[in-house]
């Protein structure tokens, strides 16, 4: 794809307002917003930004609740050519004075407009952008709109990565969040107009989910619940066809007695960000009768592999999405054949613009086009890729390498472990063992019986020999486990 046939976000959702002006695109408590009515309040946020002095590439900053009023100053933003940073409230204060000072923000939208204590010098306005613009600000705000490349950065994307003291910042263009939904064949077969996408409540704004659903035609629902069964409950009631949520999401949702409201009708449970446990993905069809779709992507990268209408083979990720490039490749750069584990290499027309700041991590990650994601995997005679972990978290127990994705996966299947981190701790003898760290779901297992189910299910090298217990695991605003704080 090239930059004649992409385009930008607020663009696209202007051509789906043309056709479906009365559908309802957004929805988050009470408040509802038609197609036509989002781009009027598109259009409005985006002259107060002009009107607040704001230049185009400009960055704009929020660590505020994600309610509808992140989602449509977001979307303000991308019609004033600014350029927008979600942080999660949950970062140290000083971690979110670095950040923000590395972003470069001109502004701080906070809940009653008040200065950020993180950044008190950087000028701060309401989330909801009160006020009437002038026509002068809202024609500049359309002039740059027009002006705009799709190739502007529509959004920074914290990474959350195993690596560095703090998050990378990703430059996402605005085609990385709208190729997919320009030609048909491109489209991915679980989004049309009809879709309800429901999105539970996180630390972080899923920008790709946001601009993917609207940009569709569909309907996004912020939740305003927090409680599982209250979501459920929400669900019905907006008659959410898609639900979205990160595989320790779901199970808080699956992994319950009460039953799910009668009226509640899914057709797709979607997820990523982190591996889904089997016994997780079987509760949800059952719990559902919905289809689960398992998605590959990264804040590289964008949406790249995913589960197929027609299904994919146990514990695959899928296949590339139409458009999408991809090679396994050896330490030296070369392609392996279908059953070799080497790196995934990804190309697509989304890729992101490089890490802010960080032109020797960029050179590392993106070399002649090709996106080196870090993660190892395989592809059967069929097409469906298989993930086998990540380069460098691979543990040398006296010369057998060991996954601790493939440990992780074996311990969550235990009823009692609600979370498993696998690390590898320096031996005398063996150079490294394996050590497992756990959050238990309920009361904690014994050593011996986790070491019982370690054994009946791998070779004995790979079964941890130390063991730690904890009530919580560090986390990432994505919901992964932050496994350099553990």
Not at 455 to 482: I, N
Request: glycine fraction near 8%.
């Amino acid at each position: 794809m090239n930059e004649n046939t992409a385009i930008r976000i607020e663009a696209l959702i202007d051509r789906v307002a043309r056709r479906y002006p009365e559908r309802r695109a957004l929805i988050f408590g009470t408040r509802r917003w038609s197609y036509a009515q989002l781009c009027v309040e598109m259009g409005r946020r985006a002259a107060l930004l002009v009107a607040a002095g704001l230049q185009p590439n400009d960055v704009v900053v929020t660590t505020d609740p994600i309610t509808d009023d992140v989602g449509l100053s977001f979307l303000g933003c991308c019609r004033a050519d600014c350029t927008f940073l979600y942080l999660t409230a949950k970062l140290a204060p000083a971690e979110l004075a670095e950040i923000i000072g590395l972003a470069g923000a001109k502004l701080i939208l906070t809940a009653d407009g008040r200065a950020h204590p993180a950044a008190p010098m950087i000028p701060a306005l309401p989330l909801h952008l009160p006020g009437t613009p002038d026509p002068a600000a809202a024609a500049e705000a359309a002039r740059r709109s027009a002006a705009g490349t799709p190739a502007s950065v529509a959004n920074l994307q914290p990474t959350s990565g195993t690596t560095g003291r703090l998050p990378k910042l990703a430059r996402q263009p605005h085609r990385m969040l709208t190729w997919q939904q320009i030609a048909p064949e491109m489209r991915r077969s679980w989004w049309d107009q009809s879709s309800v996408y429901y999105r539970p409540p996180a630390q972080y704004f899923a920008v790709r989910d946001f601009c993917e659903s609207l940009t569709s035609g569909g309907t996004h629902v912020l939740a305003a619940a927090r409680r599982p069964e209250a979501m459920e409950h929400e669900m019905a009631t907006y008659g959410a066809t898609i639900l979205g949520a990160v595989p320790a999401m779901l199970r808080l949702l699956v992994d319950r007695a009460e039953p799910p409201p009668p009226n509640l009708a899914l057709r797709y449970v979607r997820t990523g960000a982190a591996a889904l446990p089997e016994s997780v993905a079987a509760m949800a069809a059952e719990r559902y009768g919905a289809t689960i779709l398992q998605e590959y992507g990264s804040t590289e990268g964008g949406s790249m592999i995913g589960t197929p209408r027609a299904g994919s083979p146990r514990g695959s990720i899928g296949k590339p999405y139409p458009g999408v490039e991809t090679r396994i490749v050896d330490e030296q750069g070369d392609d392996l054949s279908p059953d070799g584990i080497g790196e995934l290499l990804v190309r697509t027309p989304g890729v992101m613009r490089g890490y802010l700041g960080d032109d020797a991590a960029t050179a590392r990650t993106i070399r002649d086009g090709w996106l080196w994601t870090g993660d190892l995997a395989h592809r059967d005679a069929g097409g469906f890729y298989f993930l086998a972990g990540r380069r460098m978290l691979r543990i040398n127990v006296g010369g057998f390498k060991v996954a601790p994705e493939e440990v992780e996966a074996v311990l969550k299947e235990h009823p009692a472990v609600h979370e498993a981190v696998v690390l590898g701790v320096t031996d005398a003898t063996r150079g490294e063992i394996v050590r497992a760290v756990i959050e238990p779901h309920g009361m904690p297992p014994s050593v011996a019986e986790l070491r019982r189910f370690c054994r009946a299910r791998l070779a004995e090298y790979m079964v941890p020999r130390q063991w730690e217990f904890r009530d919580d695991l560090p986390r990432s605003p994505l919901g992964k486990v932050l496994r350099q704080n553990v």
